[in-house]
């Protein structure tokens, strides 16, 4: 796979389309997950993702080690979504936040009302741990990336990803427990009535 990859980077140095297209199939996800982890809204991911590729293709040749593109690119990707997030306006909104968990909706207006609560509330979540945080965690559980890929895409240490995890779970399980017992309440006092 490395040096496939290391083959492709070539290529695509020598302006070959086809080679970086295959480079985009080949890392397009975790590109998108390194945006969604920094921003926290799909759309605007997908807008850092498409720059994050036109810069790369643009500066391929400054890349001195082939078989280290996605980390490279995952620099980029990363680099460009915190200038977005400076740019904007902090009363700016994303968007809706959707998250990239797929949602499964019932017809029952208030378990969807329900899942779709829980959805924005894991969102909301996931959101408040810090930048370098999120995309890790984006990694491991949507994209189910073990800790030394990780890593290796951030330019970590595979024990700095697992630190980083095991803080980010206690912070949401705090955050998330907050957020079951909040909303059992009303449910449970009008279930009384």
Same mark, same amino acid.
């Given at each position: 796979?490395?040096?496939? @990859?290391?083959?492709?980077?070539?290529?695509?140095?020598?302006?070959?389309?086809?080679?970086?297209?295959?480079?985009?199939?080949?890392?397009?996800?975790?590109?998108?997950?390194?945006?969604?982890?920094?921003?926290?809204?799909?759309?605007?991911?997908?807008?850092?993702?498409?720059?994050?590729?036109?810069?790369?293709?643009?500066?391929?040749?400054?890349?001195?080690?082939?078989?280290?593109?996605?980390?490279?690119?995952?620099?980029?990707?990363?680099?460009?979504?915190?200038?977005?997030?400076?740019?904007?306006?902090?009363?700016?909104?994303?968007?809706?936040?959707? =998250?990239?968990?797929?949602?499964?909706?019932?017809?029952?207006?208030?378990?969807?009302?329900?899942?779709?609560?829980?959805?924005?509330?894991?969102?909301?979540?996931?959101? =408040?741990?810090?930048?370098?945080?999120?995309?890790?965690?984006?990694?491991?559980?949507?994209? @189910?990336?073990?800790?030394?890929?990780?890593?290796?895409?951030?330019?970590?240490?595979?024990?700095?990803?697992?630190?980083?995890?095991?803080?980010?779970?206690?912070?949401?399980?705090?955050?998330?427990?907050?957020?079951?017992? =909040?909303?059992?309440?009303?449910?449970?006092?009008?279930?009384?009535?």
């Amino acid at each position: 796979m490395e040096s496939a @990859g290391r083959d492709l980077v070539e290529r695509a140095r020598c302006k070959d389309a086809q080679a970086f297209a295959a480079l985009i199939r080949l890392h397009e996800r975790v590109a998108l997950s390194v945006a969604f982890g920094v921003m926290g809204d799909a759309t605007a991911a997908g807008d850092v993702v498409q720059d994050a590729f036109v810069r790369a293709w643009d500066r391929l040749n400054d890349l001195r080690e082939p078989e280290r593109f996605a980390t490279w690119l995952c620099g980029i990707v990363r680099n460009l979504a915190v200038d977005y997030l400076r740019r904007r306006k902090p009363a700016e909104s994303l968007g809706d936040h959707k =998250s990239p968990v797929a949602e499964k909706w019932t017809h029952d207006p208030l378990t969807e009302l329900d899942q779709r609560e829980r959805c924005q509330g894991i969102h909301a979540a996931v959101m =408040s741990l810090d930048e370098i945080s999120r995309p890790v965690v984006v990694l491991r559980y949507y994209e @189910g990336m073990a800790s030394r890929e990780i890593a290796h895409l951030l330019e970590l240490t595979p024990a700095a990803v697992d630190m980083r995890l095991s803080r980010a779970r206690k912070q949401l399980r705090l955050l998330l427990d907050d957020l079951d017992i =909040s909303r059992r309440k009303p449910i449970e006092n009008s279930a009384k009535d």
